[in-house]
């Protein structure tokens, strides 16, 4: 009904930068607050950014300064970029979207499957 479709995940150094991308697609009318999650091992998922349709964005204390959450509504898309990275950074990345979607129009949560950001040298 709705998939999320992320990209842009990998291996960087300390200090280096990635762009995470991820793709709403499916039978949408509208989509809410879009967002960005992480999931380090042994660690609860934890919201990384979210941009609403209309207010403010909200970040994570450990990536403000650092991370820049977008989006373009024309093409249901979310980005992530993400600067200056640290070996703490590295998690599994998950896109969520609220969505209203479908026949008849149902509001629902979705989550991409994931991309792994890892942050060594």
């Known amino acids: 009904q709705v998939q999320l479709a992320e990209s842009g995940g990998g291996l960087v150094q300390p200090g280096g930068s990635l762009r995470l991308s991820c793709a709403a697609s499916?039978?949408?009318?509208?989509?809410?607050?879009m967002g960005w999650y992480r999931q380090a091992p042994g660690e609860q998922r934890e919201l990384v950014a979210a941009l609403p349709t209309a207010g403010s964005t909200n970040y994570a204390d450990s990536v403000k300064g650092r991370f820049t959450i977008s989006r373009d509504n024309a093409k249901k898309t979310v980005y992530l970029q993400m600067n200056s990275l640290k070996p703490e950074d590295t998690a599994v990345y998950y896109c969520?979207?609220?969505?209203?979607?479908?026949?008849?129009?149902?509001?629902?949560?979705?989550w991409g499957q994931g991309t792994q950001v890892t942050v060594s040298s």
């Open positions: 969520n979207a609220d969505v209203v979607a479908g026949v008849p129009l149902r509001r629902g949560d979705y």
């Open positions: 499916g039978r949408i009318f509208s989509i809410n607050t």
